[in-house]
């Protein structure tokens, strides 16, 4: 599909005729939030959490939501209908609108709403078997992760850092502490536990958080929502990461250190296994 249809402000059209004006704020400033909403067999999957998590980051920076649930799911249904593809990467984008260029909020402005959607890319079978390497960097984003924005350029350095180092991902740590990957929430296992940082400011709680919450629940593993050193990350067991992208994905060496034994654990094995359920209820 060349030229697939894409949704900005009321209407469907071609993505290259898809145009914004210059004094966008989203443009200027960088003022919007995002969601990524992964599509298994033409379904949404767990959309309403995706939704709001949309929700509570555009409450977060003061732009009103233009659409109320059943408005953005019928929007979402509209682009994904037009797309040949059964799995699909959902991207829907919402900056506080155009408007003359000054910092502050503008008063009366209209916000643009733009939905995409893409054949959503998982890895390889091949990469699954024998897992990724990271690198670790420090976080110097700024204080507010916990919210979607679209002003990512802390996450591109960070990803820009690991392709450098030829890694999938970098593992960020803030004074010692582990927070998050540029675009995955990160996990450590040792001694059976499952453990991840707290929900808080200091990363994007994804929404792939709830659902380990729900399958470590149901099989039995102890999870631990708690501050992890960067220590404890080079000695566990297992090292995971999770995003909409990557599903659950095993980290076997950091910084050209092993993890554990070097090859995805069990721990790995039995969380992508019932992830794989959940995607096909």
Known sequence: MNDPLVYLNGSLTPLSDAKIPVLDRGFIFGDG?????????????????????????????????????????????????AHPADDQMVYLQVTRGVAKRAHAFPQEVVPTVFIMTNPIVLP????????????????????RCEIKSISLLGNVLAAQNAAEHGATESIQFRDG???????????????GVLSGPPKDNLILEGIRYGLIEELCAANG???????????????????????????????????????????????????YAAYQLAKAA
């Open 177 to 191: 502490f582990l927070t998050e990957a540029s675009a995955s929430n990160v996990w450590i296992v040792k001694g």
């Open 33 to 81: 939030i995002y969601e990524v909403i992964p599509v298994y067999g033409r379904k949404m999957f767990r959309a309403d959490q995706h939704l709001a998590r949309l929700f509570r980051s555009l409450a977060a920076i003061g732009i009103p939501n233009p659409h109320d649930r059943a408005s953005w799911l019928a929007l979402i249904a509209q682009v994904m209908d």
């Open 124 to 143: 390889s079978d091949a990469v699954r078997a024998k897992g990724v390497t990271c690198v670790s960097m420090e976080d110097k984003r700024w204080l």
């Open 221 to 271: 593993i102890d999870l631990q929502a708690r501050k992890i050193t960067r220590e404890e990350v080079f000695a566990a067991d297992e090292v995971l990461l999770s995003s909409a992208t990557k599903e659950v994905l095993a980290v076997v060496k950091l910084d050209e250190q092993t993890i554990g034994k070097g090859v995805p654990g069990p721990i790995y094995q039995t969380l």
